[in-house]
Nanobody, 117 residues
Framework: QVQLVESGGGVVQPGGSLRLSCEAS????????VGWYRRAAGKERELVAR???????NYGDSVKGRFTISRDHIKKTVYLQMNSLKVEDTAVYYC???????????WGQGTQVTVSS
């Protein structure tokens, strides 16, 4: 049974930082592109960042230069370091694992990030 368990969400002031973690189990981690998506209230889900097993990364335009994604092969965990947070970063953040074949995809339960003064 595949599980993606997220942690690290919370409330932070504008300009602050948070780090999200997502620990995977039940899958061969190196076979998956892993990443983060988010959905703000009333908006469509959007890509935040994703990283391949080889370390290649993609970022959404709105987070480039502020967020950094990384993965730990031994811990089967993907991290999202979020710096210089803005009010518009407020959303539910979801961990995602996509098999390199594109035929399997899994989602975490989501973690709330709220940026507010």
């Amino acid at each position: 049974q595949v599980q993606l368990v997220e942690s690290g969400g919370g409330v932070v002031q504008p300009g602050g930082s948070l780090r999200l973690s997502c620990e995977a189990s039940g899958l061969i981690f190196s076979f998956y592109v892993v990443g983060w998506y988010r959905r703000a209230a009333g908006k469509e889900r959007e890509l935040v960042a994703r990283v391949t097993d080889g370390g290649g990364t993609n970022y959404g335009d709105s987070v480039k230069g502020r967020f950094t994604i990384s993965r730990d092969h031994i811990k089967k965990t993907v991290y999202l370091q979020m710096n210089s947070l803005k009010v518009e970063d407020t959303a539910v953040y979801y961990c995602n694992a996509m098999h390199i074949s594109g035929r399997e995809e899994y989602w975490g339960q989501g973690t709330q990030v709220t940026v507010s003064s």
